[in-house]
């Protein structure tokens, strides 16, 4: 049915909009808005039609030029397609007929956009020095413009990564009624600036810029409960914009009504996309509408070709596989035992094995989550979570896997708390991707129609949840089968395997060796600091350092705190290994490559064995301990496969001690923290230590920090307790080889050496 839809309300002459950004949400408003109205325009990712791009940095300070920058990063992709017989050329033709729009190099555009918005420079003025306990002053400094108007303006991301979304808008609340604005009444100035290059004609480029500072849009914010968050007009309307698109009563689900109407006729992107439809008017079909708002329930059999669906959580008793075979759709089951159910019979032998979610993302284009006991045994709990996060990280990072379905079943409420803390994450600025919001698609397309299932969407997931799980299995197959008609199979423009290369040497014998997981992106002034102190710390003390090689943020904070310290005493002995993937070192590092001054790094062929190395490569490189500090998607997905590996692999992880650093769950050690102003630099374990390892142990650990370590875990409140813990732990592992030693001397000499003593 959606297939024929398209097919009649579709025109060859609709023009096509290649989006150069990893974000869906942004492709998707577009897409609505063009849907809505009834214009002929096309909005797609780039990604699907070539390999990973990498963004630009966006730090030219002004939304003009990080526009223009990021279009500069797809400048090959763009002479490549203009070749009539180049690989790429032939790809893009084809998904033009498949999207159903022009063919003509004419009527095609590659396009970046960038956005900000500013306040008034008093209320900067004011919010610049509340920010400043938690943003370091290089970034405050480069985003403080001049004029009557200031503000984070393009550099927004970071500030929010670094003081999170709840504590951001708290301060900026405060200011504001610092700065005489009653009943705390903002005027927020939005502007948009999308840069467009056509396929065909002379490589110039054309601005569409939506500029509302002159005339900003009041909005009155407030804080409800909890770390939710929304703007609200004079007229008391809620209106979400594309930071806060949540519903009080409900976050997971936007409030659909009003997103509808702000975003097709409110909305700075729905004027975007009005100037846009002008540029592109030459390509307008002759009033043909494509509304697409009538609900749709599609059979999932009637689109052409072989589809594979992964189910990397088969914990199901209901007829899943039954529905998808009849669908003639191919059942893909993870090798990996420990991700398809039979999670406590067999263990892969390696740590690599045990983690990797590579091989069931590779081979199916799609996923489905399967329902588990809501109460399960930790070891599934675990996992079953971990492979929810990898599935996450491999969207955010791997180009073929951006635009893959994946459908969560939320029986009985078994996924919400994994993904209310990936909600939670978003909130408090910790996700990769924090401006991301959840997705509505009712207003556009209503993709099922069954009484007692909840569907909704983010940039991620398809979640639907009820207690009926044959309703619940009938639910997915709708929402899988929808979103099958909008999918094609990613095919990487002269995409080479990803090889696997070891350089340097390895750590000098016996050295005490420890892991340190952090975040990439964070810029948290006090997390910066910390991690700094941690690296010169571990250099001085002479232990090995094992990290994920990046250069920049709190883990470029490790890294330079380590290697002053090795470059001022070169006759200690110190020891780096950096592990990482040719794709992540051009996110984390400020070259693209490993940083100078190392002593072994690895190019791992993907996160999974980046991980597992880190963790356990053999005898000799391997961690003797794991810190893991606050962060976001990611270092969730790396904390999962710790406590994985701790439960799969029990001998190979025997005295490897987990460090978590928690400074959000104590003050003064003992304490709770209160997440106030001069609290702690993110809020990140609670949350994620109840979701994971249950409210029972959080509240053991939130009462003494030691009380599990006799499982091997430890909870660290400040960078002092950092490395005394970790020194602690090296004398208690040299304790453990001593007594090792000793005993087999016993066994060798018969008992009497031990006599004698």
């Given amino acids: 049915m959606a297939a024929e839809t398209r097919q009649n309300n579709g025109n060859r002459q609709r023009a096509l909009v290649l989006l150069a950004t990893t974000t869906e949400e942004k492709v998707a408003q577009y897409q609505a808005i063009a849907r809505a109205k009834g214009l002929p325009v096309e909005f797609r990712r780039i990604n699907e039609i070539v390999d990973a791009f990498h963004s630009a940095p966006e730090n030219t300070g002004d939304v003009d030029r990080n526009a223009e920058q990021k279009l500069g990063e797809v400048k090959n992709i763009i002479i490549e397609c203009r070749k009539p017989d180049s690989r790429l050329r032939r790809i893009l033709e084809k998904k033009c007929q498949e999207w159903d729009v022009s063919t003509d190099p004419r009527h095609i555009y590659f396009a970046t956009d960038d956005s900000t918005f500013k306040v008034p420079k008093k209320i900067w003025t004011i919010l610049r020095e509340k920010l400043a306990p938690y943003v370091a002053d290089d970034l405050l400094e480069s985003i403080n413009r001049g004029g009557d108007n200031a503000g984070p303006g393009a550099e927004t991301g970071p500030i929010l990564a670094a003081v999170g979304i709840a504590r951001f808008f708290n301060l900026l609340r405060e200011a504001a009624g610092n700065a005489g604005y009653e009943a705390q009444h903002i005027p927020i100035g939005q502007y948009t600036t999308l840069k467009l290059n056509r396929l065909s004609g002379p490589p110039q480029t054309t601005s569409i810029t939506v500029n509302n500072h002159k005339q900003p849009v009041r909005h009155y914010l407030y804080a409800p409960s909890g770390l939710q968050k929304a703007f609200q007009v004079l007229d008391e309307k809620i209106v979400k914009t594309y930071h806060f698109l949540r519903n009080k009563s409900n976050p997971q689900k936007p409030l659909a009504d009003d997103f509808d109407d702000y975003l097709v006729n409110h909305s700075i992107q729905a004027r975007i996309v009005d100037e846009l439809a002008r540029v592109v008017q030459q390509s307008r079909p002759n009033g043909n509408k494509h509304h697409g708002t009538s609900p749709v329930v599609v059979d999932a059999s009637s689109a052409q070709g072989e589809f594979v669906v992964g189910l990397p959580t088969q914990m199901s008793n209901g007829n899943i596989m039954n529905r998808l075979d009849q669908n003639k759709i191919t059942v893909e089951i993870p090798e990996n035992t420990c991700l398809s159910g039979d999670h406590l019979v067999k263990t892969p032998p390696t740590a690599y094995a045990t983690l990797n979610f590579e091989d069931i993302m590779h081979r199916s284009d799609a996923l489905i ?263 976001g998607d990611g270092t969730t997905q790396e904390w999962l496969a710790v406590l994985a590996l701790k439960h799969q692999l029990p001998k190979m992880m025997a005295g490897k001690s987990l460090i978590i650093y928690a400074p959000d769950l104590y003050k003064n050690g003992t304490e709770q923290a209160k997440d106030t102003g001069d609290g702690p630099p993110v809020a990140f374990w609670e949350k994620g230590v109840r979701t994971v390892m249950g409210d029972e142990f959080y509240e053991r650990i939130s009462k003494n920090h030691k009380a599990c370590a006799a499982d091997g875990i430890y909870f660290a409140t400040n960078k002092e307790e950092l490395l005394s813990l970790t020194q602690e732990l090296r004398q208690k592992n040299s304790d453990e080889q001593t007594k090792h030693r000793w005993q087999a001397a016993v066994s060798n000499n018969n008992q009497s050496a031990c006599l004698g003593n």
Wanted: aromatic letters at 12%.
């Fill in 369 to 631: 989550f399967t329902p588990f006991d809501p109460a399960p045994d930790p070891k599934i709990r675990t996992l079953n979570y971990l492979a929810l996060f990898s599935a996450k990280v491999a969207k955010q990072l791997i180009s073929r896997d951006m635009n893959k379905p994946i459908v969560v079943m939320d029986w009985k409420g078994c996924w919400k708390p994994a993904i209310d803390f990936g909600f939670d994450l978003v909130n408090r600025g910790m996700s990769k991707d924090f401006m991301r919001t959840p997705i509505y698609d009712g207003g556009v397309q209503k993709i099922i129609n069954l009484k007692g299932v909840e569907h909704y969407a983010n940039s991620y997931f398809d979640v639907v949840s009820g207690n009926d799980l044959e309703t619940l299995e009938r639910a997915a197959m709708q929402v899988l089968a929808f979103r099958r008609q909008c999918y094609s199979k990613f095919e990487a423009a002269n995409a080479a395997p990803a090889k696997f290369i070891a350089r340097g040497e390895e750590p000098p014998d016996g050295m005490f060796k420890v892991a340190v997981f952090v975040s990439a992106s964070n810029e948290n002034k006090r997390l910066l600091t910390d991690m700094s102190a941690l690296g010169r710390g571990l250099a001085e003390n002479q232990f090995g350092l094992i990290w994920g090689g990046g250069d920049r943020h709190a883990m470029g904070a490790v890294y330079e705190g380590y290697k002053v310290y090795k470059d001022e005493h070169p006759e200690k002995k110190t020891w780096m290994g950096a592990f990482s993937t040719e794709p992540i070192l051009k996110s984390e590092t400020e070259y693209g490559r490993f940083p100078a001054g190392i002593d072994y790094w690895e190019q791992n062929t993907d996160i999974y064995q980046r991980m597992a190395h880190m963790i356990h490569k053999n005898d000799i490189v391997h961690a003797n301990a794991i810190i893991i500090s606050p962060g």
